[in-house]
């Protein structure tokens, strides 16, 4: 029997109605999964933490290769199903909540999880709170393997200059490397989303990828820059509260023109212009 039909199979028993507003669409592709399982480097030393089980699918999947699997899973309706599903698997353990509240390095201390991957098909609608919570709160993971949005997936991976670059560009890249694997059709999925997607890879860095004097200034000039993006980084960079002067001075000797707009800058000059701002101060 083929997954469509597996997935149809188990839908209709538990006559489950899928919710646009939790972002739910399952996958549906037996390559595109294997992709995913491949993708994510997983081995009997591993711990899988996923966010979104849905039925199970992956979550089976990950059991396989795994010494344990994390499974956390909001919507009320498919717990029961997952309890069915899941049940040949005494390595998965099934928490009911919100990602989004969930305390991830407590969670992983806890479980005594090692070797920690999250693996997921991201409800698309959280998928930058998500990502920025897994790097921002630094649990101690190893890597990021997910299906996601492939507007955002373009957007993880975006070089300098380019349409896509941006905040989210920025911080992925601080703190991992970002791998694109593979495009995903909607074709894949029940029901059919409306956008296409894609599996990208981030394997966490053991140090961010540059060093700063204060992250929260670093990722403040960041945000500045892309909010007003068609603006210059002097007028972007006046609401900061330094001195002309003084703000002269630190584009100077981080060597970037206050002309340039905040798209066309590298991590590394980003690094160097909030550390020059940050020593003006």
């Not at 039909?5 to 489950?16: D, G, M, P, Y």
Request: aromatic share 6%; net charge neutral; charged share 30%.
């Amino acid at each position: 029997m083929s997954l469509a039909s597996k997935t149809r199979e188990i839908v209709n028993h538990f006559e489950f109605k899928f919710s646009k507003s939790l972002g739910q669409n399952f996958l549906v592709d037996q390559n595109i999964l294997d992709k995913i399982i491949e993708a994510g480097n997983l081995d009997e030393n591993s711990c899988a933490v996923e966010i979104g089980p849905g039925i199970g699918t992956l979550t089976q999947e990950l059991a396989k290769k795994c010494r344990k699997v994390i499974a956390i899973e909001l919507d009320d309706n498919l717990i029961p199903v997952l309890s069915e599903t899941l049940a040949n698997f005494e390595n998965i353990k099934v928490i009911h909540e919100d990602a989004l509240k969930v305390d991830f390095k407590k969670l992983i201390e806890e479980e005594g999880l090692q070797n920690v991957k999250v693996v997921a098909n991201l409800p698309y609608y959280v998928t930058t709170p998500i990502i920025t919570k897994l790097f921002t709160e630094k649990p101690g993971i190893d890597s990021i393997t997910v299906m996601i949005q492939k507007e955002v997936a373009d957007r993880i991976a975006a070089k300098p200059g380019t349409k896509e670059y941006g905040s989210i560009s920025l911080l992925a890249q601080y703190y991992s490397n970002p791998i694109k694997v593979c495009k995903v059709s909607s074709s894949c999925f029940m029901p059919n989303p409306k956008v296409e997607s894609a599996v990208i890879k981030m394997e966490i860095l053991q140090k961010p990828r540059v060093k700063v004097l204060d992250e929260k200034l670093f990722f403040r000039i960041i945000r500045d820059s892309f909010n007003m993006r068609r603006k210059t980084l002097w007028n972007t960079l006046k609401q900061i509260g330094l001195p002309d002067d003084k703000m002269h001075e630190a584009l100077e000797d981080a060597g970037i023109d206050p002309k340039r707009r905040g798209e066309t800058l590298t991590i590394e000059e980003f690094a160097k212009l909030s550390d020059e701002i940050k020593r003006k101060f």
